[in-house]
């Protein structure tokens, strides 16, 4: 065997090895760092091996490309002018969809990059180079040159002609048995959507809602999706960043999440795509133009589409938001951040309908309030710091964002623990009787008050020109009980003191 394939397996043994026993292994936050400096190291030099296995030569240069909203590393690796992106992904079911899906594409003639080597075991594969020119950065540029309206229509019009090629051509041949999580875009995974939307938006944000009468606008929504029989295959994530301009021509990438479903959604989610809010005409004449290419297959005249497509539109953007609000708000990434108010201007232009609004009734009043609060760019407002505070179990290990960020970290093991009360074991720290256990404890109290003296300090030494964020991670044994409790304790004061923007996340109970 050679060598490197050797170390790879090693390293993978000692890789679930650190999953088993994560609770251990976290404790020794300096192993973890080697750790992770281990995986980028031998993944640079499997994608080198595969390069030259591939190719007969070596790379004479390996540039990894930033990453985005998921876990996967690009290396563009380049020899003279020849040049592939070497792709290391954890999933390996994701792996599975990718390289699948491609080669069904490629036989039937779409725009898709083709992948040259896979070893499904080692979780890497070398795909074809598309370039950097996405169809988001293309209109960019296309604006700041003042060639905006006509180009891009017409750019817009040649992706779409491809879009049923996709849809219906692809469906009857592709292997659905690959697609992952879900093989139809069903039930399940509309309400796993909106539930997406309600816990990493909504709550995280701290928007206010009923959740009754927000599950019932969510049932309502699944229904209405449900009613629609016509389906093909569903991209899922058929946007403007996924779409690469090489050569004038829109190329396709990052369908490894299809699945079987209704046309709809994949045209709202190019449409509608915060990346690049369409002027409201353009958006109606590609919308017509769309439904021109499926009109037959739908079975159904143009405004019922529009109705439907209006349904979908609200499930991808409410996807989308959930999205934003893990990736940005909690993860603070700001390209995540920065989307946030073009979505919520996407969904007020949907809510302006008035059966829409009559439908919805909940769903209505909280997207007043989105508007109200993030519909407008405040990147020329002073802002406040932000306090993420999150509870966690030690048992599952301590959040990766504060491994690479920092922070406070407060362990709460060792404080009463109401876990060992019969009638306390199965509630959480949000629970009123596990409130009133805790109320009378002094160690808790304690923690709570010294942790929030800490927290003040830190917010007072703050730059007061610079939006500062800072992370108070509560880590207990099941990240039920004691961590919550003092979670929610800090993050309430915090806002009672308006000292700063606060964001409350529990990863063990929703």
Known sequence: MNPKFYSVLVFKIRYAEFHREGTEKHRDLTNFALLIDNIHMIKDELLSLLFREFTGQSPESLTVLPKSGSDRIYCRMVKEDFSVLGVWNPSRKENDAFTGFASCFNEIGLRVPRVFRYLPEEMVYLTEDLGDLDLYSWYQEKIQSGKEKDQVEEMYRNILKELPRFQFEADRKIDYGLSYPRKVFDRNSVSWDLNYFKYMFLKLSGTGFSEQLLEEDFQKLITTIEKVK??????????????????GIPW???????????????????????????????????????????????????????????????????????????RGLYERKPNFTESIPPAVRQLCRIFENREIADLLPELTGIVNSLNMRWSQSESGKVQKATVIVESFSFMKGIPDTFVTEGGFMFDCRYLSDPYYTDELKSLTGRDKKVIDFFDDKKDIQDMVENALRMINVSL????????????????????????????????????????ADVLLFHHEIR
């Open 252 to 326: 396709f990438i990052d369908f490894q999440g299809g699945r079987k479903g209704a046309p709809h959604y994949d045209v709202a989610s190019l449409l509608l795509d915060p990346y690049v809010e369409l002027e409201q005409s353009m958006h109606d004449r590609l919308l017509e133009y769309y439904f021109s290419l499926v009109s037959k297959r739908l079975k159904n005249d143009y405004q019922a589409f529009v109705r439907e497509y209006q349904i979908f539109g609200i499930v991808r953007l409410l996807q989308a938001l959930g999205a934003y609000g893990f």
């Open 230 to 247: 016509v389906s093909g295959f569903l991209y899922r994530d058929f946007q403007s960043r996924n779409v690469m301009i090489k050569g």
């Open 460 to 499: 007072d030494s703050a730059d007061s020109e610079k939006a500062k964020t800072i992370r108070v991670c509560f880590g207990c044994h099941s990240g039920h009980h004691r961590s919550v409790y003092c979670a929610e304790k800090i993050a309430s004061a915090l806002k009672r003191s308006k000292s």
